[in-house]
């Protein structure tokens, strides 16, 4: 058995490894594809699809949808036959983060779709898809306290990088520049290392780009400032590469084995002493706008050093390398540009005329097209905004506040609903659920503490339900759980799982609340105020069990210490509550 075999013998089953470790392994794998080895890219895939698999077993949300997103991001880097499967995990983040309230990371799907929609030459969807992600961020929303703070604010930078790549691709630079320096305050306070590395090469990649961008329409003295800017940040890069999880070699520097990076060095100062370097990074570059950069940037250190003849054959090449790429069209037409100006009249001067002429007609309507998109991101955006908000009115109409659960008129909608045919048959379970220890969080602590708690429970009691289920907030500490379709069985052990998980959560979110639950199921021909009682007198049973449990009451049982009904209005047969005290 040799090193590498024993290893795997040597390392704990996935299923006895923690969920962080779960998503810190799939980041990692994340990093190391996009510069090791392409024979490696199929195994890395495998692996991240295994962590992906793993985490759906344990179905804890947002580990399932930071996992969906690492598998679709590897698919997306490959960009290969392989990257089509990305589309589906995409979709099932859309979904999943829409159901679970996770709005950074459904932010984030929509940046992805539109990363996707880029490889397949798809401009204007991408565009869209970049104005839905930014009205989601535009949001105010609190973090996520079970993602933890620092990974929070790492998943918030994550997305708007991801929507500036997007941007950066389409050639936006401007607004770019902008989405993707909101990140830069979270990575600078929750960022390691590797995060701070991507941060800065990304961010170098951008000022390359827009430098290239600038000089196609003249404006060569601020194209030359980018440049400045992008050398400074690539040597910048050097420290914290060396610390990243990238694949790397560590007798190299950042500049020897990064594209972007000795692009921008070059470009600030093109001179013979890049040229060495940039032959080796032109046969490690995977991705068409890296081509495209280290291209003219080896062409330009080439003509410095009186080799025009080698620049236009390093041009030329990469011409070809992109014949049928269909990304990247503003990129490969600035290295056409490059190729005309270096053809010169030797090249034949009617061809070379004709050439720019052509050029400079074509590059004016690109930068046409380039503040027409501008003003249409910023439209798609609003509308996005727009429509969010006016979604969100409806919601809130229907939400409570605190928790972001239903709230009574959606708890008396939907009891409504399933009650409105009592012959169909189908089972309905119903639960009321109070908060065991709550009062004794507001008293010692604070009630920003206990509405703190309050979320938390809300949300780890929603999220180990089925999607069918409803859990709404009743008033105080108490929620009512309706199970469609769930026999009372079924409606017991599912609440099970759900004090358990409350149970389990850390001292810090919980600060030691657990659930008395009570639940039954509705009898035929009975109302929802009457079954709400048996649900109440279930929960207080439980209350005098001692509470972190569950009481089922069966349709032939009755309780000797059921309390009266709640003081309900008689006039709707189907379901009153009371106002919130």
């Known amino acids: 058995m040799d090193d590498a075999q024993r290893a795997e013998v040597d390392q704990?089953?996935?299923?006895?490894?923690?969920?962080?470790?779960?998503?810190?392994?799939?980041?990692?794998?994340?990093?190391?594809?996009?510069?090791?080895?392409?024979?490696?890219?199929?195994?890395?895939?495998?692996?991240?699809?295994?962590?992906?698999?793993?985490?759906?077993?344990?179905?804890?949300?947002?580990?399932?949808?930071?996992?969906?997103?690492?598998?679709?991001?590897?698919?997306?880097?490959?960009?290969?036959?392989?990257?089509?499967?990305?589309?589906?995990?995409?979709?099932?983040?859309?979904?999943?983060?829409?159901?679970?309230?996770?709005?950074?990371?459904?932010?984030?799907?929509?940046?992805?779709?539109?990363?996707?929609?880029?490889?397949?030459?798809?401009?204007?969807?991408?565009?869209?898809?970049?104005?839905?992600?930014?009205?989601?961020?535009?949001?105010?929303?609190?973090?996520?306290?079970?993602?933890?703070?620092?990974?929070?604010?790492?998943?918030?930078?994550?997305?708007?990088?991801?929507?500036?790549?997007?941007?950066m691709q389409l050639g936006i630079y401007e607004v770019a520049d902008q989405v993707m320096a909101r990140a830069n305050r979270p990575i600078r306070t929750s960022a390691g290392p590797h995060g701070i590395a991507a941060h800065l090469i990304n961010r170098t990649r951008l000022l390359v780009g827009w430098g290239l961008r600038l000089e196609r329409v003249g404006e060569d003295a601020d194209a030359a400032e980018r440049f400045a800017t992008a050398a400074a940040i690539a040597a910048a890069v050097e420290a914290p590469f060396r610390e990243s999880l990238f694949a790397r070699d560590p007798e190299l520097s950042a500049a020897a084995q990064l594209p972007a990076i000795g692009a921008a060095l070059a470009l600030a100062n093109p001179s013979a002493q890049h040229i060495d370097q940039l032959r080796g990074l032109i046969d490690l570059v995977r991705y068409p706008r890296e081509v495209v950069m280290v291209a003219i940037a080896l062409a330009r250190c080439l003509e410095h050093a009186g080799r025009a003849e080698e620049a236009l054959g390093v041009l030329g090449d990469a011409r070809s390398r992109l014949y049928h790429e269909a990304s990247e069209p503003t990129l490969r037409l600035r290295l056409i540009r490059e190729f005309a100006r270096l053809s010169g009249p030797d090249g034949g001067e009617r061809t070379t005329t004709a050439l720019e002429h052509y050029a400079t007609e074509l590059e004016q309507q690109l930068w046409n097209l380039r503040e027409s998109r501008i003003a249409t991101l910023e439209t798609r955006r609003e509308h996005a905004r727009m429509s969010r908000m006016h979604g969100t009115i409806t919601r809130q109409a229907l939400q409570d506040p605190l928790t972001g659960l239903p709230n009574r008129r959606a708890l008396d909608e939907r009891l409504r609903a399933l009650t409105s045919s009592p012959a169909n048959g189908n089972p309905l379970a119903i639960a009321l659920v109070d908060l065991d220890g709550f009062k004794g969080v507001n008293d010692r602590m604070s009630h920003a503490e206990g509405d703190d708690v309050l979320r938390v429970v809300a949300s780890t009691l929603r999220d180990a339900l089925r999607g069918s289920d409803m859990v709404a907030r009743y008033g105080g500490d108490e929620f009512i759980v309706l199970l469609p379709g769930a026999p009372l069985y079924a409606a017991e052990a599912a609440l099970r799982r759900a004090v358990t998980a409350v149970a389990g959560l850390p001292p810090d979110l919980s600060h030691g609340v657990t659930l008395s639950v009570g639940v039954v199921a509705l009898r035929p021909q009975e109302t929802a105020v009457r079954a709400l009682a048996r649900a109440d007198a279930a929960m207080y049973q439980a209350k005098r069990q001692g509470g972190n449990g569950i009481v089922a009451i069966t349709a032939g049982e009755v309780d000797d210490h059921e309390p009266a009904e709640r003081d309900v209005a008689c006039d709707d047969p189907a379901w009153v509550l009371p106002e919130t005290t």
């Open 12 to 167: 704990p089953a996935l299923e006895e490894r923690s969920d962080a470790w779960l998503v810190g392994r799939a980041r990692e794998l994340t990093a190391i594809i996009q510069t090791g080895p392409v024979a490696d890219r199929t195994r890395h895939i495998d692996e991240v699809d295994c962590l992906l698999a793993e985490a759906r077993g344990r179905g804890e949300p947002r580990m399932v949808a930071q996992l969906l997103r690492a598998a679709a991001v590897v698919r997306i880097v490959v960009a290969d036959e392989r990257s089509g499967s990305a589309e589906p995990l995409i979709d099932e983040l859309l979904t999943h983060t829409a159901r679970h309230g996770l709005v950074v990371l459904e932010a984030n799907a929509h940046a992805l779709h539109g990363r996707r929609m880029l490889l397949a030459g798809a401009e204007d969807g991408a565009l869209t898809e970049a104005a839905i992600a930014l009205a989601m961020l535009d949001e105010d929303m609190a973090p996520d306290v079970l993602f933890g703070a620092r990974n929070w604010e790492m998943i918030r930078a994550a997305t708007l990088m991801d929507i500036g790549t997007v941007l």
